[in-house]
Nanobody
Framework: QVQLVESGGGQVQAGGSLRLSCAAS????????MAWFRQAPGKEREFVAR???????YYADYVKGRFTISRDNAKNTIYLQMNNLKPEDTALYFC???????????????WGQGTQVTVSS
């Protein structure tokens, strides 16, 4: 089992920045691959970025160049730095953990509760 707790969401104006955090705990968490997803009202959950504990990164095209995923192994925490936010980035952001690579929600069995990001124009 892996427990995930997100924080850092909030409301900002377009062009602003936020940093999300995801604290991981539980059995063998360090072997898991970590990712961020988001879900806007009425839309499906979509992939944002992922990071393996080896440091390998991958981003969705719609956030590339604006968002940065990182991790602090000592704190068992991953981060999502979001810059130049746009109204279309408004969503509930989730942290996820799994042992198989992928960009679909089904690849990740463990999820946090989500943190809301709202970007106003």
């Amino acid at each position: 089992q892996v427990q995930l707790v997100e924080s850092g969401g909030g409301q900002v104006q377009a062009g602003g920045s936020l940093r999300l955090s995801c604290a991981a705990s539980g059995r063998a968490y360090s072997s898991y691959k970590m990712a961020w997803f988001r879900q806007a009202p009425g839309k499906e959950r979509e992939f944002v970025a992922r990071i393996w504990w080896s440091g390998e990164l991958y981003y969705a095209d719609y956030v590339k160049g604006r968002f940065t995923i990182s991790r602090d192994n000592a704190k068992n925490t991953i981060y999502l730095q979001m810059n130049n936010l746009k109204p279309e980035d408004t969503a509930l952001y989730f942290c996820a953990a799994g042992q198989t690579p992928g960009q679909t929600p089904g690849s990740y069995p463990y999820w946090g509760q989500g943190t809301q990001v709202t970007v106003s124009s």
